[in-house]
């Protein structure tokens, strides 16, 4: 049996970024894009979901199926200056937000 199995990595604790963190607002962690549990402080650990469904804010008319990235908060197009990758839509933009898959 393995001995160096860690768990599912679903979750993992983090050591918050400088701007702290929201619970529910995606942060890159280099090009890594987790979405905290908690609200914290720069330099505190963190629950951070590595993967699953949100609905978030997103800029643009983007469809269904399209790749995203992540840029202060809010899903851009894939692509976009200074964006860090985070997975793809699950419908459509509507209202500003949408369904999208976090995907590493």
Do not use: E
């Amino acid at each position: 049996m393995a001995k160096n199995y860690q768990g599912a990595g679903l979750q993992r604790s983090f050591t918050s970024p400088t701007g702290g963190t929201t619970s529910g607002v995606p942060v890159a962690i280099g090009s890594l894009v987790v979405v905290p549990l908690d609200d914290t402080a720069k330099g505190q650990l963190f629950t951070g979901v590595l993967g699953g469904s949100w609905v978030l804010p997103v800029t643009g008319a983007l469809k269904a199926g399209a790749k995203v990235s992540l840029l202060a908060g809010s899903l851009v197009a894939d692509g976009t200056a200074d964006s860090v990758p985070f997975g793809k839509l699950l419908g459509d933009a509507s209202g500003g937000f949408a369904d999208a898959l976090l995907i590493q």
